[in-house]
């Protein structure tokens, strides 16, 4: 009986497979409600969602199920979003957006996952491929690269989005789910996500880019590959940034990748 309880302590601490609850749970994460859900059996995948989405796209594209057959496969709702906490503080997102997944992996019992992101959640999996590389069995960066620079462009383009998400506020269907001063608030919060070229440059994790040829962010993706030498990039032909979750060769690539 010993022998069997040291052995499944070490498949959770390793980040081998256990049965999971289904339905949605939460965890405390520094003193933000985060929901999360978590279902199959295997080696832990925790997917991680885009701007304004939550932890439902992944099931809507159909993932979560493909993923589940053969792997416990855990979806975050990213604070701000989902079911999750929504503050209004600025400093309450940035780099804590990361830090989540790092804390549910803690409140979970797994040491390593494969993380997979897409666009927002790319952006969040580039800065553990950078700064917590020791927590990741692999990293998929769906349709976006890291966030590796903050200037005048990017401080523009935030400022565009944030302005967007303000006046939305104000005219705002209570019942779309969507906190859009939460959402602009997020959006000020961007500089504390970027990484250096160099730590991506020395991180060790086996990395996959996933991207439509369609999509703007196809550059940038490219130009990651100089970086990253070791980076698979899969090119979805005709799909664009919002479509590619939902082509079959999106979750194709990830599970060969990831095997």
């Given amino acids: 009986m010993k022998l069997l309880v040291a052995t ?3 498949l959770v601490t390793s980040g081998h497979g256990v049965t999971s609850q289904t339905g949605n749970q939460f965890f405390d994460s520094d003193g933000i409600k985060i929901r999360y859900t978590d279902e199959g059996e295997g080696s832990p995948v925790i997917l991680v969602h885009g701007f304004t989405g939550s932890a439902g796209n992944w099931q809507q594209a159909g993932i979560t199920q493909t993923l589940a057959n053969t792997h416990r ?11 999750s906490d929504k503050p ?3 400093v309450m997102y940035g780099s804590h957006m990361a830090l989540d997944i790092l804390r549910l992996m803690d409140h979970l019992g797994l040491a390593k996952a494969h993380i997979v992101g897409y666009s927002m959640g790319a952006r ?3 800065y553990l491929i950078a700064n917590h590389p020791d927590r990741l069995l692999t990293a998929t960066l769906g349709a976006s690269p890291p966030r590796r620079r903050w200037d005048a462009s990017t401080k523009d383009r935030a400022n565009r989005m944030r ?7 104000r005219d705002a269907d209570p019942g779309d789910g969507q906190d859009y001063v939460a959402l602009a608030t997020i959006l000020q919060s961007w500089q504390s996500q970027v990484v250096t070229d160099q730590a991506l440059a020395d991180s060790p994790v086996p990395t996959l880019a996933v991207v439509g040829s369609e999509d703007p962010r196809l550059g940038s993706l490219r130009e990651l590959t100089q970086i990253m030498p070791e980076l698979k990039l899969v090119i979805l032909e005709g799909a664009t940034h919002r479509s590619a979750i939902r082509r079959p060769e999106f979750v194709n690539a990830l599970l060969s990748f990831i095997k």
């Avoid at 302005?163 to 506020?169: I, K, P, Q, T, V």
């Fill in 88 to 90: 209004h503080d600025p």
């Fill in 124 to 126: 969040l999996t580039g």
């Fill in 163 to 169: 302005h967007n998400m303000e006046l939305r506020s």
């Fill in 8 to 10: 499944l302590a070490l």
């Fill in 73 to 83: 496969v855990i979806a975050i709702d990213c604070r701000g979003h989902g079911l």
